[in-house]
């Protein structure tokens, strides 16, 4: 039963308020999750940070929220969607209140530690309270909505993040963070003053903490490994350990899940094909944003590709962003009263073709020639964020609503850091071969041949640059444009590793969203004990 000071107020006119404060939050979290990428030299520069040290400052972000977000979005059924809401905002500005302050590397991963925590607890509430607050018939669109804004956030991050770097300062992106979310937090108030979200808490639910904690050794340790093994080495014990320990309790997770009367994670779920398919497709769709993403950005501002500077990097990925962000908003409108299957098919395939098409990229391209191979793959990104997690959430009863939001999130970041590190992984095997090949061409026993080896394997691309220029102009011409097509293979096994990752998401969609579209809530019976009646 609503509140006698929001009677007034029509549910569209409520949704959309609710509508505002989520949207803001997801500008933060998905702007902090890119805008870092194009300050990161200037993190380098104030710093001092190793390589390994700028690679944590992104890792520590999506790792903290992907262990947590399932645990959150499941506090969020229990304590209050609302209550998690606001404990989002208020860490998330904690964290940027330390990285803006920040006076070591050490401060400023522990504020991206805490950004991360924060965002878990916004992503993963922010799309079950809004589908709580918002009629039936209107969901697809205000689902698509949400998703064009993150998506939107994702892409407009690098142009806003490079424009802060270096007209201003790269401490004044955390201190957007705190204006924004002191704008949704004033919005909030309103909305939870209004109650213009029902309260969905579960009346006697108990928090499952054996699977918290399974969940915890899971989603942490893995994803730690995974972003620990390009850099620190897929043998060494940081690496190993955490993937055994994170083996053993995938075990446990099962195990404690299925014997729990109310679990932290219904593996039940999986069982229906199309909520399976909502969290897969998020994943695929998470892998390949992030390989694509981190390693265009790296090309691009590569002296010896394009040369872009962070801003122009940020402007050039603009044709996606644009275009993702339109089909977000339109796409769901269209199709929401039809079956997913070939709209999802063809939005993960359109992700396929554009990568296939950008292997096409050399050092020597010009823009013209890429732009609308960027529309493509925006094109099919719109339409994975805005559909996919309406796929899975209308399967669910309202009860749950918040539990299948984090893990559909859980598995967007989840394949966001596994895309970044196999696509890295792919890169730095082709540029490996390709500069052993490049070393081994030079005299053998020379002193250039052993200065240029250690500055190949541990330089920067000045000191590289500089032992070029010291050859004579012949081989040093020869020995460029060496390096330059060794950069150009990389990318392009970066773009075939995305592209291949859409299209096993395509396949999985034609497998498992056949036949007719499922009513709402459908999702239920596989919970329900065989012994209890069917209402």
């Keep these: 039963m609503g509140d006698e000071s ?3 107020v029509s549910p569209q006119s409520r949704a959309r308020v609710v509508l505002a404060m989520t949207a803001i939050c997801m500008m933060v979290v998905g702007f902090n999750t890119t805008a870092v990428t194009t300050i990161l030299p200037n993190l380098r520069a104030e710093f001092d940070l190793t390589p390994s040290g700028l690679q944590w400052v992104m890792a520590t972000y999506s790792v903290t929220s992907a262990t947590l977000v399932c645990i959150v979005s499941r506090l969020g059924d229990i304590t209050g969607k609302m209550g998690v809401f606001f404990f989002g905002m208020i860490v998330f500005a904690i964290g940027s209140s330390f990285a803006l302050l920040a006076q070591d590397g050490a401060m400023l991963l522990i504020g991206r530690g805490a950004q991360g925590a924060g965002a878990a607890a916004l992503f993963g509430t922010s799309l079950s309270l809004l589908t709580a607050a918002t009629p039936e018939e209107q969901r697809a669109s205000v689902t698509g909505i949400w998703g064009a804004i993150v998506g939107l956030a994702i892409g407009v991050g690098p142009i806003v993040g490079g424009a802060f770097g270096h007209y201003v300062s790269w401490r004044a992106v955390f201190a957007a963070d705190l204006v924004l979310l002191a704008v949704a937090f004033a919005i909030g108030l309103h909305v939870s003053k209004r109650k213009y979200v029902p309260d969905t808490r579960l009346a006697g639910a108990k928090f499952d903490y054996a699977g918290a904690v399974a969940i915890l050794f899971f989603l942490g340790p893995l994803s730690f490994a995974l972003s620990n093994g390009e850099s620190g080495g897929w043998a060494s014990p ?3 350990v955490p993937l055994v320990v994170a083996a053993v309790s995938t075990i446990a997770l099962v195990i404690v899940s299925r014997r729990s009367d109310d679990p932290l994670i219904e593996l039940r779920y999986f069982r229906h094909p199309r909520y399976l398919m909502a969290a897969a ?6 892998f390949t944003l992030f390989c694509f993403f981190v390693y265009f950005n790296t090309f691009v501002q590569s002296p010896d590709a394009f040369g872009y ?8 990925i603009m044709p996606l962003s644009l275009s993702m962000f339109v089909i977000s908003v339109t796409a769901p409108r269209f199709l929401a009263p039809y079956s997913f299957q070939w709209p999802i098919a063809i939005g993960l395939g359109a992700m396929a073709c ?4 950008l292997m096409t990229t050399t050092n020597t391209t010009q823009f013209s020639e890429i732009w609308w191979k960027l529309l493509i793959v925006g094109v099919g990104l719109g339409i994975c964020f805005s559909l996919l997690p309406r796929l899975g959430l209308r399967l669910l009863p309202e009860q749950h609503v918040g539990q299948g939001s984090g893990v559909i999130n859980a598995c967007l970041y989840f394949g966001a850091t596994l895309g970044a590190v196999v696509g890295g992984l792919a890169e730095a095997i082709t540029r490996r071969r390709g500069l052993s090949e490049v070393i081994d061409a030079l005299p053998a026993g020379s002193t250039q041949r052993e200065d240029l080896a250690h500055a190949l394997a541990h330089g920067t691309p000045n000191q590289i640059q500089q032992l070029i220029s ?7 011409d020869t020995l460029a444009k060496a390096l330059r097509d060794v950069q150009d293979n990389a990318f392009d096994n970066a773009m075939l590793v995305a592209a291949i990752a ?3 998401g395509m ?3 034609l497998m498992l969203l056949r036949g007719p579209v499922p009513p709402v809530h459908s999702a239920a019976e596989l919970t329900r004990n065989p012994r209890q009646p069917s209402s």
């Design 281 to 286: 497709g998020m994943f695929f769709t998470g």
């Design 238 to 240: 940081l690496t190993l």
């Design 309 to 316: 500077s962070s801003i122009d990097a940020g402007l050039a």
């Design 6 to 8: 929001s009677v007034s």
């Design 470 to 476: 010291g050859m004579d102009s012949s081989a040093g």
């Design 502 to 504: 859409a299209l096993a």
């Design 507 to 509: 396949t999985l969609a």
């Design 354 to 357: 554009g990568f296939l098409l």
